[in-house]
């Protein structure tokens, strides 16, 4: 199924459907150019208690951190991303220019995976994504939520343009 087959997915519904889920964590990626930054900080800036986390700034800008940047595995983006939710307050943190990490994850990214499967309400109140450039491990990864069993990986492409 090509991406224009597919049903364009309002990301406002989306949200407040994760709000409500137990896993909290989903992906959105897509192909280089296809306006993914532009797209999270837009929709952290239209979301109540939304927050855009760009890591690859983040990291450079703390020294302790940039020094050991060949060492932030997925443990390490978790504790980041979990603490950041909580000390900014978000009820969605989007989480944005983290493809510098891949290469030192798992090639298959098992581990990342696992992570976003997993990240639930115990350790954050705030949905939190992911905006990755499109790789074939996402493309082909199918991770449903909740009762309408909705595939928490979303392409860019199947997503409705955000309304101000």
Known sequence: MSVNDVTRIDIRQFLQRQQGERYKAFVIHGPP???????????????????YLDVLRYVIERP????????????ALQRLVILY??????RLLLVDELDFLIPIWSDDLTEFKYMVRSLSVAQTPAVI???????????????????????????????QALQP
């Open 129 to 159: 994504g992911f905006i990755l450039q499109t790789r074939y491990e996402l493309e082909e990864w199918n991770l449903p939520n909740g009762a309408n069993n909705q595939n928490r990986i979303l392409h860019i492409e199947n997503i």
């Open 85 to 90: 939710a909580i000390n900014t307050g978000a």
């Open 33 to 51: 150019l296809a306006s993914k930054t532009k797209f999270a900080r837009k929709l952290a800036e239209i979301s109540p208690g939304g927050v």
């Open 64 to 75: 302790e951190l940039a020094q050991q940047i060949d060492m932030i595995d997925v443990t």
